[in-house]
């Protein structure tokens, strides 16, 4: 696609459920990200894969979090158990080479979490 | 971990004044990104410096990666209304590729 497409763009769960969180990156781009912003605040790291491996999860805040790239195209977020704290935008990025920097960021999901 | 500290934290100015803003780091980068950040999308790249010294330019807007390597600046002349936004640095953290620190945001606020 032309940009990097993130689905939905917006959503709403109950604290204890689990969510998935879509990420289309740009045609032929390598390399993905995930970053998660919270309110007034620059987009923090949790996880950016080579192809279809992770090539650094260290962002990832705990065990709750999960995300796969299976065909190294598109990217799911999972997150399990869901707690308020995890309300934040969630930022899919891609480069279209891993040693690339400048990435390219999707529209991002609005998670909340009641 | 690293750390970018950026300033001021928000702005507000008339249309057609120029704007400064800065970034400092805790440690050396070899790569400053400026993005801008509008209400409800992601970050869109502006600049990309990849040498100490470097003053490059992006229309109206630009940018210098400081000679310490720790520090730089975004310039915008004239500013319009459409520059409202937040404005980031970012660069390489640590040994990935991937993995970008951003700064905390400058705000910026035109009014006509």
């Known amino acids: 696609g032309a940009g990097v497409s993130q689905t939905p763009s917006n959503k709403v769960t109950e604290k204890g459920k689990y969510v998935e969180l879509r990420c289309d990156p740009i045609?032929?781009?390598?390399?993905l990200y995930w970053y998660r912003q919270s309110l007034g605040q620059g987009p923090e790291f949790l996880i950016y894969?080579?192809?279809?491996?992770?090539?650094?999860d260290s962002g990832l805040p705990n065990d709750r979090f999960f995300a796969v790239r299976p065909e190294g195209s598109v990217s799911t977020l999972k997150i399990q158990r869901t707690e308020r704290g995890d309300s934040a935008v969630y930022l899919c990025?891609?480069?279209?080479?891993?040693?690339?920097?400048?990435?390219?960021f999707g529209q991002g999901t609005r998670l909340t979490v009641v | 971990g690293q750390q970018l500290n950026q300033s001021p934290q928000s702005m507000f100015i008339q249309e057609g004044e120029d704007v400064s803003m800065n970034c400092t780091s805790s440690?050396?980068?070899?790569?400053w990104l400026w993005y801008k950040q509008e209400p409800g999308e992601g970050p869109v790249l502006l600049i990309a410096?990849?040498?100490?010294?470097e003053l490059t330019s992006n229309g109206r807007l630009t940018a210098q990666f400081g000679i310490t390597r720790k520090d730089s600046f975004l310039n915008i002349s004239a500013s319009i209304p459409s520059d409202v936004g937040i404005y980031f640095c970012?660069?390489?953290?640590?040994?990935?590729?991937?993995?970008?620190?951003f700064g905390q945001g400058t705000i910026l606020t035109v009014h006509p």
């Open positions: 990025a891609s480069s279209s080479t891993p040693g690339n920097t400048e990435a390219f």
């Open positions: 045609s032929g781009h390598t390399a």
């Open positions: 894969f080579q192809g279809t491996g992770a090539a650094d």
């Open positions: 440690s050396i980068f070899n790569t």
């Open positions: 410096l990849y040498k100490a010294g």
């Open positions: 970012a660069g390489p953290g640590g040994t990935s590729y991937g993995k970008l620190t």
